[in-house]
């Protein structure tokens, strides 16, 4: 089956410093990836949707200057906190479609998340 | 609004046994509805995909059934096993805030015990 990976599994920062995560479709094309966050016991929330080659779109409430995403290629996606605080503490999920008209009804893949802790 | 409901919260059942978990959606318009199975610190893993026209749909032990009428859906497993333990998480496929998008539910925690 399809395979999303990410990197780094965890990562430990200090606060005001950036963070890149990865997000990569090892054996097809993603031509529409999503970043999630989650809160301990929580569901997962939407954070934005990015097509290959065109911006993120982001949901409301979510700040786009602080969480760069860049989708540069087919396989390739990444999440760049900037100057992280602890609250930006979370574990961020990424899932990937190939379906870039109607990723919705698609397969959606998930990566296995990244911890992220702010110090 | 749409949300996705599932219930319960938490489920704690004997190895061997079968349990059914369940989700309500006010989702409209439709397009399917999906079950995930995350395990603690890890990504969802796709369970089942259904249309508004399926009523039931089985993946191994795992049996989702959907009405559409009443908006209901349910998630059964059968003859659990202690790799079942985790977070069993419904999603909706909506149309929201101009564009469609996937609704999560909050999930249900299951704990299957020797």
């Known amino acids: 089956g399809a395979v999303v990976s990410q990197h780094p599994s965890w990562v430990i920062c200090k606060s005001g410093t950036s963070v890149k995560i990865e997000c990569r479709s090892l054996?097809?094309?993603?031509?529409?990836m999503f970043w999630y966050r989650q809160f301990p016991k929580q569901s997962l929330m939407l954070m934005a949707t990015?097509?290959?080659?065109?911006?993120?779109?982001?949901e409301q409430g979510v700040e786009k200057d602080k969480f760069l995403i860049n989708h540069a290629s087919l396989t390739l996606s990444t999440l760049t906190v900037t100057s992280a605080h602890p609250e930006d503490s979370s574990f961020y999920i990424c899932?990937?479609?190939?379906?870039?008209?109607?990723?919705?009804?698609?397969?959606?893949?998930f990566g296995p998340g990244t911890r992220l802790t702010v110090t | 609004k749409n949300q996705v409901e599932q219930s319960p919260q938490s489920l704690i059942i004997l190895e061997g046994k079968n349990c059914t978990l369940q989700c309500n959606y006010t989702v409209s318009p439709f397009s399917n509805l999906r079950w995930y199975k995350q395990d603690t610190g890890r990504g969802p893993v796709s369970l089942t995909i259904?249309?508004?026209?399926?009523n039931t749909k089985s993946n191994g032990r795992y049996t989702a059934t959907l009405d559409a009428d009443t908006k209901q859906s349910s998630l059964h497993i059968t003859a659990s096993q202690l790799s079942d333990s985790a977070s069993y998480i419904c999603v909706v496929s909506a149309f929201s805030g101009g564009y469609n998008k996937l609704i999560f539910g909050a999930g249900t925690r299951l704990a299957v015990h020797p």
């Open positions: 990015s097509n290959e080659g065109s911006k993120a779109t982001y």
């Open positions: 899932s990937a479609s190939a379906d870039r008209r109607t990723p919705w009804r698609s397969e959606q893949y």
């Open positions: 259904m249309t508004f026209s399926e």
């Open positions: 054996d097809f094309q993603a031509t529409t």
